[in-house]
């Protein structure tokens, strides 16, 4: 058995070094060819923790938006969302990935800073996981709040089709609320009615034309239920391109986390609560005896078929209120973070300083394009193009978001939690500690993480059209560099 495991990785790191010459032709002659799963994961819980063992399966489903609106979905078991998966922290989460897709794919732990062979992205840290094959990801999961999951191969087609979900992560030693659901909002492209593969040419955001809730639209979405007085918590994702206005109406809600992190000290709100794409907020609220809603305030017409309806047990739904004119967005990057998870000390003086300067470039030419046919270019250069971020391990690293262009950019982070800084020069004390921080045109955001977390590490646009258009780079550690040898098919934008 140890001698045939020999062997075998032997004959990956052939397969490795020969698979980008032979690209899809493989390179076991008469044997499967052989790829690269997911590395480096623990094998035990923290002292406390226990192991928590899920089995997804992707496949293509047929997926009812509402009655009569269907679509060709690719889905976690069968649903879009796929399941929710609820863990502890501290706990060891063990995760099967059965494709039963028609195409590579993988599973990436949006907003967890796990081991960087289990981040799930190909060509970076392993191969897709083939057609009819199966990957297991085993991590600790380390922060308590709201992350999710989907697949990071062809992400811009993986994801819009549906394959992705929420992971929550429970605090130790506190009790949960009485209701403690999620929404996951998302927008549906035309030409999904089809089966599989896509026309082609991808959409653009015009195509976008149904919005859901928990995979739902408009009344076909599923109240979420309560009893009077009851404590609730709902903790809403955005797995979509867009920036959505949330807007509870006939409730006051209190933030409870932003960037998917606890916060602080705020009290009942009214206000238009900003999420950008890949984004999470939770809120809590004391349930009302009456039905209340939570609306999308976007402006945009199709933002109307969500209407949440946040519900009595038995009580029957209502027709949704009528859209209103919103009041000013909170500004969440005002918000306090909780002390849990302090990345950045008060006195930390950053050793790595980087600017990355964020723009469009209409012109025809060369080189990555969103479906609209724009580059999206940080410091003028598109993927794989732009220089690596080099940092040592111990760093404390400043980066510099400057957006020079004409839309927003939410930029994630593998890996790592970023801590606000600053916004147009001027610092934000809240110290918010995020994993996707949202830049608006000609504004300028500062972030900072430690950089504790060895690997290759992506940053990119989560609109995916712009990482598909070439907003996106590596982070690399001095000390683990190496070439990253893309494997046959691998596709991380
Ligand atoms: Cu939601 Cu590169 O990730
Ligand atoms: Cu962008």
Not at 62 to 67: G, K, P, R, T, Y
Not at 342 to 353: I, K
Not at 452 to 464: E, V
């Amino acid at each position: 058995m140890e001698r045939a495991q020999t062997g075998l990785v032997n004959r990956a790191a052939a397969c490795i070094a020969l698979a980008w010459l032979l690209a899809a032709a493989g390179c076991a002659p008469g044997g499967p060819p052989v790829w690269r799963g997911p590395t480096g994961g623990p094998t035990v819980a923290e002292p406390g923790g226990a192991v928590r063992a899920f089995h997804l399966t992707a496949a293509p489903a047929m997926v009812e938006l509402a009655a009569g609106t269907r679509v060709h979905a690719w889905a976690f078991d069968g649903s879009v969302p796929g399941p929710t998966l609820r863990v502890r922290q501290g706990d060891l989460v063990q995760v099967t990935l059965d494709n039963r897709l028609p195409v590579g794919t993988t599973l990436h732990w949006h907003g967890l800073e796990l081991p960087n062979g289990q981040d799930g992205v190909p060509g970076i840290t392993q191969d897709p996981v083939p057609p009819g094959a199966t990957a297991v990801y085993s991590f600790v999961a380390g922060q308590a709040g709201t992350y999710w999951y989907h697949s990071h191969q062809h992400a811009v087609v993986q994801v819009d089709r549906g394959l992705y979900g929420a992971l929550i992560v429970e605090p130790r030693g506190a009790a949960p609320a009485a209701v403690d659901q999620v929404l996951v909002l998302d927008e549906w492209p035309l030409g999904l009615e089809r089966p599989s593969p896509a026309p082609a040419g991808s959409p653009d955001m015009a195509a976008y034309v149904t919005y859901t809730a928990n995979g739902r639209t408009g009344r076909s979405i599923v109240p979420i239920r309560f009893q009077p007085g009851q404590r609730v918590r709902l903790r809403i994702v955005n797995a979509g391109y867009l920036t959505h206005l949330l807007h509870f109406r006939g409730l006051s809600v209190t933030i409870a986390e932003v960037g998917g992190r606890p916060v602080s000290g705020t009290t009942p709100t009214d206000a238009v609560l900003p999420l950008a794409a890949s984004d999470r907020i939770s809120v809590d609220f004391t349930a009302p005896a009456q039905p209340a809603w939570l609306m999308l305030a976007d402006g945009l017409p199709p933002a109307e078929d969500v209407a949440v309806p946040l519900l009595p047990e038995a009580a029957a739904v209502p027709p949704p209120p009528s859209p209103a004119r919103a009041g000013a967005a909170l500004d969440l990057y005002g918000l306090q973070a909780s002390a849990l998870q302090p990345v950045w000390p008060p006195d930390a003086v950053p050793n790595r300083r980087f600017t990355l300067r964020l723009s469009e470039d209409f012109a025809p030419g060369p080189g990555p394009r969103d479906p609209a046919g724009v580059r999206y270019l940080v410091n003028g250069q598109a993927y794989p193009n732009v220089p690596l971020l080099t940092v040592r391990r111990g760093d404390f690293v400043e980066i510099t978001l400057v957006n020079a262009g004409q839309y927003e950019h939410p930029i994630h982070v593998h890996g790592h939690s970023l801590q606000l800084l600053a916004r147009d020069a001027l610092p934000l004390p809240g110290a918010l500690v995020v994993d996707t921080a949202l830049v608006g045109p000609g504004s300028t955001l500062t972030v900072g993480f430690r950089a504790d977390n060895s690997g290759w590490w992506m940053l990119h646009c989560h609109q995916l059209h712009h990482s598909l258009g070439g907003m996106m780079l590596l982070i690399d550690y001095e000390e683990t560099r190496r070439l990253a040898q893309p494997g046959a098919g691998s596709m991380p934008e």
